[in-house]
């Protein structure tokens, strides 16, 4: 089952080694997602989780709440390549849904999705995400009503 952590000592470096394949166009590091997150933590807006397959790592997390528009931004999200193919992309996702639905803290969750990244783009439309009509950095923005 499909579960959120938080990144620890005793994850650090599986989380920070978990790399995309090269050609998928640009894909921050894991490294430099949890370097931003640092940098935002006085915010205290920007959360990085590892995503886990019971207790297996499987992923990586960042999510970014704007309460000013009552929104939770998926930031980051990376699946390592060994674990495709098994609906864990979906749940983590769904799972997340699940989270800021519960909270009635947000009215939508938003997201940016790479034109050339079919497989990410199949699972947001899945999730019933649709394009906002923004293009931001050359990436779709998708959002999601909560």
Not at 71 to 76: A, E, H, K, N
Request: with cysteine.
């Amino acid at each position: 089952m499909v579960n959120f952590r938080t990144i620890t000592e005793d994850n650090f470096d599986a989380v920070i080694n978990m790399k995309r394949p090269e050609g998928e166009g640009f894909v921050a590091s894991n490294a430099v997602s949890l370097a931003q997150a640092w940098l935002y933590r006085d915010n205290g807006d920007v959360f990085p989780f590892a995503i886990y397959d019971d207790d297996t790592l499987v992923g990586f997390m960042l999510v970014e709440e704007d309460m000013d528009e009552k929104r939770l931004d998926l930031w980051r999200f990376m699946l390592s390549p060994q674990q495709e193919g098994r609906g864990l992309g979906t749940a983590a996702v769904e799972l997340l849904i699940r989270y800021a639905r519960d909270s009635r803290r947000y009215s939508c969750l938003q997201l940016l999705c790479a034109p050339e990244n079919a497989a990410a783009r199949h699972i947001y439309d899945k999730l019933g995400f649709r394009p906002t009509g923004e293009i931001c950095f050359g990436d779709v923005e998708m959002g999601l009503k909560l």
